[in-house]
Nanobody, 125 residues
């Protein structure tokens, strides 16, 4: 069974950076689209960023565009979310997700069939 494990979360001051990693079990990353979502207390899970299975297309929420970068390393079977210029509004639990050969609908949680357990990101002002 495919599993995803996030890491890299933590506490950072506003303006700082973090890099989240999503390690996948099995040789799946090269055939899977990956997405990052986040959920703040009392709010619904929201789309952050996604990358198609070929790596040729990336998508970002308007709120993170220009600050966050999504990527995946097929050799390491790991996806990444580089987060720069962090703001207190970015505080949330961040989840990575994957779907086999995903191309369409990558901004929608229902597109994905594998999810990680989440990692907390807290940005202090």
């Amino acid at each position: 069974q495919v599993q995803l494990v996030e890491s890299g979360g933590g506490l950072v001051q506003a303006g700082g950076s973090l890099r989240l990693a999503c390690a996948a079990s099995g040789r799946i990353v090269f055939q899977y689209a990956m997405g990052w979502f986040r959920q703040a207390p009392g709010k619904e899970r929201e789309f952050v960023a996604a990358i198609s299975w070929t790596g040729g297309s990336t998508y970002y929420a308007d709120s993170v565009k220009g600050r966050f970068t999504i990527s995946k390393d097929n050799a390491k079977n790991t996806g990444y979310l580089q987060m720069n210029s962090l703001e207190p509004e970015d505080t949330a639990v961040y989840y990575c997700a994957a779907v086999h050969q995903g191309v369409l609908g990558l901004k929608l949680p229902r597109t994905y069939d594998v999810w990680g357990q989440g990692t907390q990101v807290t940005v202090s002002s």
